[in-house]
C-alpha cells in the first residue's frame, strides 16, 4: 500500500485547508487511518484518527473542534479538513494507516500505523 498526502501549503491565521491522502490499493473499507504531525525540532505527534468502521474519530485536544477527519471508501481517499487554523499548526503533516480496525486507544500510537505518506507542508503565518 502506498499513500500519497497533498493538499498542503501557506494559510494566513484563522483559514483553512483540506488535505488528501490517497491510497493506492489493498483494502480500504476496514482499515484505521490516521494524520499526524510533525514541527521541527519535535516529535510527530497524532492529530486526528479514525476507525476502520467511520463510526469513531478520536482528535488530539489542541486541534478539537477546528479540524475534521473523513474519508471515502469508494475512492481510497482520507481527508483532514482544517479551519481556524494557528501558527502552531505549522508542520509537515502525514497520513498512515493500518488495515487493522484498531480500537479507540489504540488510534493515536504511531507504531499501530504499518503504511505511511511521504508527508505534506503546512506553514500558518500569523
Known amino acids: 500500500v502506498q499513500l500519497q498526502a497533498s493538499g498542503g501549503g501557506l494559510v494566513q491565521a484563522g483559514g483553512s485547508l483540506r488535505l488528501s491522502c ?15 504531525r510533525q514541527a521541527p525540532g519535535k516529535e510527530r505527534e497524532p492529530v486526528a484518527a479514525m476507525r476502520g468502521s467511520g463510526t469513531t474519530t478520536a482528535y488530539a485536544a489542541s486541534v478539537k473542534g477546528r479540524f475534521t ?10 481527508y483532514l479538513q482544517m479551519n481556524s487554523m494557528k501558527p502552531e499548526d505549522t508542520a509537515v503533516y502525514y497520513c498512515a494507516l493500518t488495515t487493522r480496525s484498531l480500537i479507540y486507544s489504540e488510534l493515536f500510537r504511531r507504531t499501530n500505523y504499518d503504511y505511511w505518506g511521504q508527508g505534506t507542508q503546512v506553514t500558518v503565518s500569523s
Not at 29 to 35: Q, T
Not at 69 to 78: G, Q, T
Request: hydrophobic residues 40%; aromatic residues 12%; charged residues 25%.
Open 22 to 36: 490517497a491510497a493506492s490499493e489493498g483494502t480500504f473499507r476496514g482499515s484505521s487511518m490516521g494524520w499526524f
Open 69 to 78: 477527519i473523513s474519508k471515502d471508501n469508494a475512492k481510497k481517499m482520507v
